[in-house]
């Protein structure tokens, strides 16, 4: 079996992260992983921004679980007594693809590109968890805020984002729930 479909097979999301920084040069690669992904009409609709400072990653911690509280989702309300909710996992890096406003299929290009880059993150070992938690905190007025602390290029809205670090633990992949019914083939 290849590397890719090895990877492909055994990636699963992680909860638990290592305090390690991920190297610059692995992290490199990673964001080539993604700058190369194709699309239409070769016109790249996305920004990536990379948050490795712990200070800002503990504000956009705490600022997402005031907004999911807000929102009012059972689910977090629940957890929101495991003290503190940390919805980075711990993870040294955040990674979020913002795209460009006048592209009607960005989000689709941005969420291709993280699966690429979660794809490329297992080569070295690295974790990572895609969080949709933060498109809440970023369509709040406090994410209004924060993109500008983060700088983000006019005319570009947060797409998706995720986590990324090395494995606390190394475990075997897990039991995946596969439904028989979820392909059909016409012919």
């Given amino acids: 079996m290849n590397n890719l479909l090895r990877n492909v097979l055994t990636r699963r999301s992680i909860h ?39 200070s800002v990653l503990s504000k956009i911690n705490a600022k997402n679980s005031e907004a999911f509280l807000a929102y009012g989702h059972d689910l977090f309300k629940d957890r929101q007594s495991e003290e503190p909710f940390n919805f980075l996992k711990n993870a040294p890096t ?29 080569k070295f070992g690295i974790g990572s968890c895609w969080t949709h938690s933060l498109k809440i905190l970023f369509d709040s007025q406090e994410g209004k805020e924060i993109v500008d602390e983060i700088s983000l290029p006019p005319l570009y809205t947060p797409l ?10 190394i475990s075997s992949p897990g039991a995946v729930c596969l439904n028989d019914d979820i392909v059909h083939i016409i012919r």
């Fill in 94 to 122: 955040l990674l979020i693809i913002s795209g460009k406003n006048d592209i009607k299929y960005a989000q689709d290009a941005a969420n291709t590109v993280f699966g690429s880059m979660m794809l490329a993150a297992e």
């Fill in 160 to 169: 998706c984002a995720g986590v990324f670090g090395y494995k606390e633990a």
């Fill in 16 to 54: 638990s992260f290592d305090t390690r920084q991920i190297k610059d040069e692995e992290l490199t690669e990673i964001l080539e992983s993604g700058k190369l992904i194709s699309t239409a009409v070769k016109n790249q609709p996305w920004h990536f921004t990379v948050i490795q400072n712990k």
